[in-house]
């Protein structure tokens, strides 16, 4: 492979998802080295006054400021955009930056926006509370009605926002309708991939406009660092999102781009691996808790849907205990082998409580009509054998009576 390669689109989206995740974006500088640099630096110098004016006029391709270019955040950013499908994209300093920076780069005071109501409780918070404060309407509603994403437009909807597979709840939006819906009413439609990336969904596939992540997950894999990207057109990134980034300056550091991008380099062998030790898992204690919530199982209700839409499951689902908060609780600290954490995406089984974690935020009111109770668990099924996980699972329901 030659020193740019990695950036020639020509041959790059012809490699397969797999080979495109190990050298896609790569740029070799002169020393060819095999993994790629790491540039940690904050400025960039200039052969001469003439040539530092044309790049900041746009009139020469170059770095000039790291809050704008980075050698290394760039490698990722073109990765990124390659497996997703997309024109291009951006990095940001951590998964919500990258959700506030693909909302408000492209909304005003006067602007509604059209949100599912189950997603993660950061997520709810800037539709609930920060898009408000400064004059955006919004209507949060079930994602998984097609109707009810219709009955909610208005003359000034602009974006229709929902992730799927839902976070803790796994609810599925049905994309080729909602986007297409979108699409047809002049709306922008922003998907939240992190619970499947594009190795398991690619939302672009199914007509979605902007697909935003939070890297910190699958992407890195391995609970190193924070990171987020947004991905789109190149008019939508560089004409919409980038005037925000640039002013704002929710940036990714080099260095947490450097092992997102050593992290997407297996991306394809843990997402699919922690698929099926989720199923696994899934299945041998579904008829021990009082409800299961796993896209990958028949019996979810949406499961057919998911399954059109995702090649894999995900290591990601959640589960119901009749005995609410107390019983969880319980259940949490008879974990032995795998850990409580309100992570996701992680090489190692995650178990933690929504609603006194990661929807702590979020009101009673709005955790009930999402269907976060006091009995639910999410769980991230790692890279464990998953007969070591069911083992430490049965354990702590058999402590907890089940």
């Keep these: 492979m030659k020193k740019t390669t990695g950036f020639d689109r020509e041959t790059t989206r012809k490699w397969h998802p797999a080979t495109q995740a190990v050298r896609g974006g790569t740029w070799r500088s002169e020393h060819g080295e095999t993994s790629e640099a790491l540039f940690l630096t904050s400025g960039y110098t200039y052969e001469s006054a003439e040539e530092v004016a ?24 073109e990765r990124i955009a390659l497996m997703e499908g997309a024109e291009a994209c951006r990095t940001q300093a951590t998964g919500m930056a990258a959700m506030t920076t693909a909302l408000l780069c492209q909304l005003s005071a006067g602007d509604h926006i059209v949100a599912a109501k189950a997603a993660f409780g950061s997520c709810r918070w800037l539709v609930d ?16 009605d097609n109707d009810a994403w219709e009955k909610a437009i208005k003359p000034n909807t602009k974006v229709f926002f929902f992730e799927t597979p839902a976070n803790p709840t796994m609810d599925i939006v049905d994309m080729k309708h909602v986007c297409g819906l979108a699409k047809a009413h002049g709306i922008t439609s922003v998907v939240d991939n992190a619970f499947a990336t594009a190795m398991l969904q690619r939302p ?6 902007v ?5 910190t997950k699958l992407m890195d894999g391995q609970g190193r660092v924070l990171a987020g990207a947004v991905c789109g057109t190149e008019k939508f990134i560089n004409e919409v999102l980038l005037p925000f980034q640039r002013n704002t300056g929710p940036n990714l550091s080099p260095f947490n781009a450097w092992v997102v991008h050593k992290g997407l380099e297996t991306l394809d062998l843990r997402a699919r691996r922690q698929s099926e030790n989720a199923l696994a898992v899934g299945k041998a204690i579904e008829g021990r808790v009082a409800r299961m919530l796993h ?3 028949a019996s979810h209700p949406q499961h057919n849907l998911a399954m059109s839409q995702m090649e894999a499951c995900g290591p990601i689902f959640s589960f119901i205990l009749d005995g609410g908060r107390e019983q969880a609780m319980r259940f949490l600290n ?20 929504p609603a006194s974690t990661t929807h702590y935020g979020v009101s009673a009111e709005a955790r009930a009509d999402m269907g976060v ?21 049965d354990q702590a329901l058999t402590r907890v009576g089940l």
């Design 295 to 297: 896209p990958g199982l």
């Design 54 to 77: 044309a790049r900041f006029a746009g009139e020469e391709t170059g770095m000039t400021y790291s809050r704008l270019q980075n050698p290394t955040v760039a490698m990722l950013e």
């Design 211 to 215: 697909v935003a992540y939070s890297a």
């Design 204 to 209: 672009m596939d199914f007509g979605a406009d």
């Design 129 to 144: 509370h920060l898009c408000p404060r400064f004059g955006i309407e919004t209507t949060v509603i079930d994602g998984r």
């Design 334 to 353: 008879g974990l032995e082998l795998v850990d409580i954490s309100n992570n996701i995406g992680d090489s190692r089984s995650l178990c933690c409580h």
């Design 373 to 393: 109770v006091e009995g639910m668990l999410r769980i991230n099924i790692g890279l464990e054998d998953p007969r070591d996980v069911i083992v430490d699972l």
